[in-house]
């Protein structure tokens, strides 16, 4: 069974935000765009689209907001993720604020997590999760 809302990012590609197989629920890649739109939190650019400033920050909390939607929307919960993957497409810059912002999102519920250093995502984003959950 195969899940997507429109209360998270809409997909880039062709692919649900999630998929049931038994009592677990893969989430595809989550990134940080708000739902409706393209915009990318904590990401300014100027008239012409060119990079202006960024706010890790802001893209990490959206990230974890647009994961407990979709899992929220599909069924699953926040306390039950099982196994969180991250890719940051800057390690040595973004590590020690997303370690810190992890701590607080997951103080209570403490997934298995392996963290990957990129070059790139497919949009100007610079942080993705994959994520399994448990669903009743």
Not at 14 to 26: E, S
Not at 102 to 126: H, M, S, W
Request: charge should be negative.
């Amino acid at each position: 069974m195969q899940f997507s809302t429109d209360k998270a990012p809409k997909p880039v590609g062709l692919y649900p935000h999630a998929r049931r197989v038994g009592n677990l629920l893969f989430l595809s890649g989550v990134g940080p765009r708000k739902a409706g739109s393209d915009e990318i939190p904590g990401l300014t650019t100027d008239k012409h689209g060119n990079f202006i400033g960024f706010a890790f920050e802001e893209q990490c909390r959206s990230v974890f907001d647009n994961v407990r939607t979709i899992l929220e929307e599909s069924g699953s919960s926040w306390d039950k993720l099982v196994d969180v993957t991250v890719f940051l497409v800057d390690m040595k810059r973004d590590f020690q604020a997303y370690n810190k912002i992890y701590a607080e999102y997951f103080k209570d519920n403490q997934p298995c997590r392996t963290t990957v250093g990129i070059d790139a995502l497919p949009t100007a984003i610079a942080i993705e999760l994959k994520c399994i959950a448990t669903i009743d």
